[in-house]
């Protein structure tokens, strides 16, 4: 693994980097942030953040510095960015002591774990003293590479000017930082650090019952088409000293010009990923205090209304390697030149190597894509024509079967008719016998049926006789004898 040049210089040159900071990344369901858990309202993280998809991989960091637990932050290995980081409120350092801490060289951190889970380095540590030890180290964290010549600067959501000594020098991990433009990044320092000191803290026991969560939504911009630039930074507030609550969100448009504005805890979670709470029973929903919710509101829209007076900050690495060579002697300055010089050799080389393998690999791709496809077309005509002298074989043996039947049918009928004949014949011969007694009855019913009808008619006749004679001398009697009459 190369080293970025100016991770190379700032090592030959002894900078100083803080090596006693340590971190903890909780991997264990259901195991909250570990002892970090102390830095959310009732030792409950906010809950909805489970990622969209739901199997987005998040990372519960517990930030540790010398041991202590410092804050806890919700890290998204994908978006390489923290999606919300929670802390406490113990008071803002004096500014002399921030300048001073701004005066150091480079001393972001990384968290190895995160990258190698199995490598056995716990906690946070100087990217310096990881970079060529731990594998796959930023696959799934930004590193200081990605921000350096992208036009934007490292902003932390848990920013350190709200803290003292160590917990201050806690902040300043790559775990903490989305990519912001650097005058977003000293006015949004500027604002949350007022809100809190001036606004937030003093209704609030100076801090002693305030509980902090801040966070980023990422959107679809990436710096070097990795680390998601947020579309908007949040902040949200909730005090419960037991006896009475407030609770208050505020959110910032990552786009130049846009000033924080305040929002209900309810309205900054409909802004957030679906089913998103952010503060458990909403902070103590049933005691607000809507009094002294309007005295914090009225305070903050004071502090809004000034003009933010960012303090500049040494934070890009073009600007610590100008002034680590201010400070060279003249071999120094030849020495780092030549240095910076030959690693930026060394990743043109690196590249045009990159490139003229992928190139060949690409031919080669090509080429064997052209074997294959003929080499299948090849296969592809033998089965074809196998194919066809298979259909034509067994189109030819039907056509001979189909012959073979026809013969033996019509040799069939032949036989048939030939014996057909005689059998007929034979048959007629046989059953003449039968059928003339059968047809004695028969004759016998019509001879006698004809006698019997002859008779009927004969008796039919002779009564038709006697009617007509008796009829005539009837008529007769009736016309020529005297018409007589009877008495009885």
Request: glycine share 6%.
């Amino acid at each position: 693994m190369w080293l970025p040049s100016w991770l190379a210089v700032a090592a030959l040159l002894g900078v100083a980097l803080p090596g006693s900071a340590r971190g903890e990344v909780v991997s264990k369901a259901g195991a909250g942030f570990g002892d970090c858990d102390a830095f959310f309202y009732q030792g409950t993280a906010p809950e909805g953040f489970s990622g969209s998809p739901p199997d987005l991989p998040l990372a519960r960091v517990c930030q540790r510095y010398k041991q202590e637990p410092r804050f806890a932050t919700l890290y998204s290995t994908q978006e390489k960015v923290p999606l919300f980081s929670a802390f406490r409120y113990a008071g803002a350092a004096p500014r002399a002591q921030e300048e001073e801490e701004e005066e150091k060289e480079e001393k972001w951190l990384v968290e190895p774990q995160i990258d190698d889970p199995k490598h056995g380095l716990e906690g946070m540590m100087p990217e310096s003293e990881v970079t060529g030890s731990v594998d796959n180290l930023g696959t799934n964290q930004a590193l200081t590479a990605d921000y350096v010549d992208s036009g934007y600067e490292r902003g932390q959501l848990n920013p350190a000017s709200l803290h003292q000594d160590d917990h201050q020098i806690a902040t300043y991990t790559l775990t903490n930082a989305v990519p912001v433009a650097p005058p977003l990044q000293d006015i949004w320092h500027w604002e949350v650090e007022n809100l809190v000191s001036r606004s937030l803290a003093p209704h609030c026991g100076n801090g002693k019952d305030l509980y902090l969560v801040s966070g980023a939504v990422p959107s679809t911009v990436r710096v070097k088409d990795k680390v998601a630039v947020p579309e908007f930074l949040w902040l949200a507030a909730c005090c419960d000293d037991g006896s009475e609550a407030w609770s208050v969100g505020f959110m910032k448009q990552a786009a130049a010009g846009h000033r924080l504005e305040d929002l209900s805890l309810e309205e900054l979670e409909k802004k957030l990923p679906a089913g998103a709470q952010l503060f458990k029973n909403n902070c103590g929903q049933d005691r607000h205090n809507p009094e002294k919710l309007e005295l914090v509101l009225q305070s903050a829209k004071k502090i809004r209304a000034e003009e933010p007076v960012p303090q500049s900050r040494k934070t890009t690495t073009s600007k610590q390697i100008s002034t680590a060579k201010e400070d060279c002697g003249f071999l120094k300055k030849l020495f780092c030149l030549i240095i910076t010089s030959l690693f930026k050799l060394l990743k043109f080389v690196f590249h045009l190597i990159v490139y003229v393998v992928k190139y060949v690999f690409c031919l080669l791709w090509q080429f064997i894509l052209t074997i294959v496809g003929g080499v299948c077309t090849f296969l592809k005509g033998i089965l074809s024509v196998l194919f066809t002298v298979f259909v034509d074989l067994a189109r030819v043996g039907v056509s001979i079967l189909n012959g073979i039947a026809q013969n033996i049918y019509q040799v069939l009928m032949i036989a048939y008719r030939i014996v057909c004949v005689p059998v007929s014949l034979i048959l007629d011969i046989v059953s003449f016998p039968f059928y003339t007694l059968g047809a004695v009855p028969a004759v016998l019913q019509d001879i006698a049926s004809g006698i019997g009808g002859l008779f009927l008619l004969v008796i039919d006749a002779t009564t038709a006789v006697v009617c007509a004679i008796n009829s005539v001398v009837s008529h007769l009697a009736k016309k020529f004898l005297p018409k007589m009459s009877f008495d009885v």
